[in-house]
């Protein structure tokens, strides 16, 4: 792997289309915002010869982070993909973001790779976010290596950061972590500190140098050998635990010498089943240099150890009618199924589907069959259509390189399919297929808004189906109670994102205005009302009165209407008139504008006349009736409870528990779910939890997740009901 000797300078970086599985590699980058993901793709690519410097590509332009919203926020919001090339293979780098609201695009990498890097700073060490997304890979089995970045700074600790790397990530094996490599400290500098500036392989006992901008291969100095003996024994035995070949181990303990070819051959194996994560150190080059440290071992360690896409179980298919298929391994000659792993808009080219295709070879001027299902929660419709796919091609920074197909394995865009989603599925017309999409997690920001302009609220609806087509962590909501557009989001970062998207790319002005959730009303005790509506002005006239007493119900009664009329005093034809306009006074609200619920009423007596009264006139005394009930008794103001589920690490469970109480929480119980978790379920008012989202990851520093889901309504406070009151006056 790493450890052989590199005979050649570097290798043709422009990836093209790969022509058989076994030359793809689908690798997904994965760590914190900051830990230098983006930068090591930069390095690699320009190691490979794919950029003609540093992050740049020859009309200029960045790799990866290229959009203008990337380079204003400063930092990555979407997943990138850049494809190299390496001694034949195509690697597919798909570079995703670090910060927890853009999670959807991690989660589309993960799906799209076979296997996955994580880049850790030596500064800052592993967090908790990217230790979960870690047992998600290893739940599935997904083969991965781990960079440390960031050896610059002054406080890093290569072998420090390794070890919290084996007991962050090796579980209950954390001799299946350990280093390929040891870094090599030049001279310290005036500040003390000592830079890196090459790389001690553990197994050939060979120095990588860096210095002079290309790698430069040695034999050590005698005096450094003895330094890395203990580091390669535990590799060695690392790796042989891990072998197939039982006897290797007994043969090593025994005294025998295994051959290094050996010991590369068992770590590649181990490494493309993932059973073992070798540890790696990586810097981008210096000004003028054409090699990053450590870039060479981490391309040989992708093209060599990482597995091919046939290697990688067939994904789970059925017809879009739900019948179970089954999907032979990765095959080029097989009948086509692709996904689309992102959406995206431009404003030349319009929308750009990124596809991963798992089985058969896509083409250009193909017709396709387009099938979305199971994501109806999320805004999204079901749909299954025929659609032409236009120009295929591999992106490269904002450049778009043609090709004319696509093999099973590989990943590129395609133009202008006008109904494919996120999540979808591409087969073939005859054959149409759908694969079930990813779990996403749910969004529980809300963000509510209204257009800015007229001529804005003719484009928002459009904008915002758009929106929600390319992103599915997001949902849209037309709240009928509060008669509000809600953009549901995971964070704020990521609603910052979908409004600048709106203004940006479809020219939309929207205000964000305060989320309001859907208040109820219900009688605080029984009372009577009258509903006399008697007009006469020349011509036919209007006459109905009723009488009417209400009560109130248990939660989740709705409104009920009982007729006890007695003597014909309304007649039988106009009693479902005053029926439909108490309900619909019902539907209005009584107090504050909210819709009355729990409440039975019973229609009691009333008055007709033989020529004036009709259906209108017996549904304006009914609203009547049902207003002059509620001016008679206490009306409660009913806020909706939600059922409030947390995962969160035993370490926070008392923060957790104390903030739920602060929200008006009541918590229903606790349960351990093993890995020093515990789940905390609780009941909270909806009104409490608007930013939960924000400040639960605060809380727990990113390491917690909860759901919700509606319960019930309930009596709000009366001092909240009030303050609530004063605050819908004051933006009144």
Wanted: charged share 25%; hydrophobic share 40%; net charge negative.
């Amino acid at each position: 792997m790493g450890d052989k000797a590199h005979t050649h300078p570097g290798a043709a970086g422009r990836a093209s289309a790969a022509d058989h599985p076994t030359s793809v590699r689908n690798v997904v980058l994965v760590g914190h915002s900051g830990s230098g993901k983006t930068t090591l793709v930069e390095a690699l690519a320009l190691t490979a010869g794919a950029v003609n410097r540093a992050g740049r590509v020859e009309d200029g332009g960045c790799v990866s982070d290229y959009d203008e919203l990337e380079h204003r926020q400063q930092r990555s919001v979407q997943l990138s993909l850049v494809p190299v090339e390496w001694d034949g293979i195509k690697i597919n780098l798909l570079d995703t973001p670090g910060y927890a609201d853009f999670v959807g695009e991690l989660r589309a990498g993960l799906r799209a790779a076979d296997a996955a890097l994580f880049v850790v700073s030596a500064s800052d060490g592993v967090d908790g976010a990217t230790r979960m997304v870690w047992e998600e890979c290893a739940a599935v089995g997904m083969p991965r290596a781990i960079v440390v970045t960031h050896l610059e700074a002054a406080r890093a600790d290569f072998e420090e950061m390794t070890r919290i790397c084996a007991e962050a990530f090796g579980g209950d094996d954390p001799d299946a972590v350990l280093p390929l490599y040891l870094p090599l400290r030049g001279a310290p500098a005036p500040d003390g500190h000592a830079p890196v500036t090459g790389l001690i392989g553990l197994l050939s006992r060979k120095l990588f140098d860096y210095a002079s901008g290309e790698r430069v291969e040695s034999e050590p100095d005698g005096d450094r050998l003895p330094l890395i003996e203990e580091a390669r024994s535990l590799l060695i035995e690392g790796i042989i635990s891990e072998s197939e070949d039982e006897t290797l181990m007994e043969r090593y303990l025994g005294g025998e010498q295994v051959d290094v070819k050996t010991l590369i051959e068992d770590l590649e194996r181990a490494v493309a089943r993932g059973v073992f994560f070798p540890v790696l150190a990586a810097a981008p080059a210096a000004d003028g240099a054409r090699q990053g440290l450590g870039t060479v071992e981490l391309l040989e360690l992708v093209t060599r150890g990482f597995p091919t896409p046939l290697e990688r179980a067939a994904p789970r298919v059925t017809t879009p009618e739900g019948a179970a298929r089954e999907l032979r391994m990765c095959d080029p000659g097989e009948s086509l199924v692709a996904e689309v792993v992102k959406t995206s808009s431009d404003p030349y080219v319009g929308r750009i589907s990124m596809v991963r295709v798992f089985s058969g070879t896509l083409r250009a001027d193909q017709t396709v069959h387009v099938s979305g299902h199971g994501l109806a929660d999320r805004g999204h419709e079901d749909h299954d259509v025929d659609e032409r796919i236009g120009a295929l091609s591999t992106p490269f920074g904002k450049q778009q390189r043609p090709v004319s197909h696509v093999i099973a394995g590989d990943l590129a865009c395609v133009a202008k399919l006008t109904r494919a989603e996120t999540g979808d599925t591409l087969s073939a017309k005859e054959d149409p297929l759908l694969m079930a999409p990813w779990r996403m997690p749910d969004p529980l920001l809300p963000l509510a808004i209204e257009a800015h302009s007229k001529p804005d609220e003719d484009k928002l609806s459009q904008g915002l189906a758009r929106l929600v087509a390319e992103d599915p962590t997001m949902r849209l909501e037309h709240n009928q109670d509060t008669h509000q557009v809600v953009l549901w989001c995971l964070g704020e970062a990521h609603a910052d994102v979908a409004l600048e998207r709106l203004r940006g790319r479809y020219g939309v002005q929207v205000d964000v205005v305060p989320h309001r959730v859907s208040l109820r009303e219900t009688f605080g005790g029984p009372a009577a009302g009258r509903g006399r509506h008697v007009k006469q002005s020349g011509g036919h006239g209007q006459y109905a009165i009723c009488e009417i007493e209400v009560e109130p119900l248990p939660n989740g009664s709705g409104v009920e209407f009982v007729d006890k009329v007695v003597g014909g005093a309304v007649p039988r034809q106009f009693i479902p008139s005053v029926e439909k306009g108490v309900r619909a006074q019902a539907a209005r609200g009584v107090a504050a504008g909210h819709p009355l619920i729990d409440v039975r009423v019973t229609l009691l007596d009333g008055k007709a006349h033989s020529v004036d009264s009709s259906d209108a006139a017996f549904q304006t005394a009914g609203a009547l009736a049902l207003r002059e009930a509620a001016a008679q008794a206490r009306i409660h103001l009913l806020e909706p409870v939600a059922e409030v589920s947390v995962l969160v690490g035993d370490d926070y469970v008392g923060a957790v528990m104390s903030d739920l109480s602060g929200r008006r929480g009541k918590v229903l119980g606790t349960e351990q779910t093993g890995a020093g978790r515990t789940l905390i379920r609780a009941e909270v008012p909806e009104i409490e939890i608007g930013r939960y989202a924000v400040d639960l990851r605060s809380l727990t520093h990113g390491t917690a997740r909860f759901d919700r889901r509606y319960a019930r309504h309930e009596p709000m406070p009366q001092q909240v009901a009030d303050r609530l009151t004063e605050e819908v006056r004051a933006a009144s």
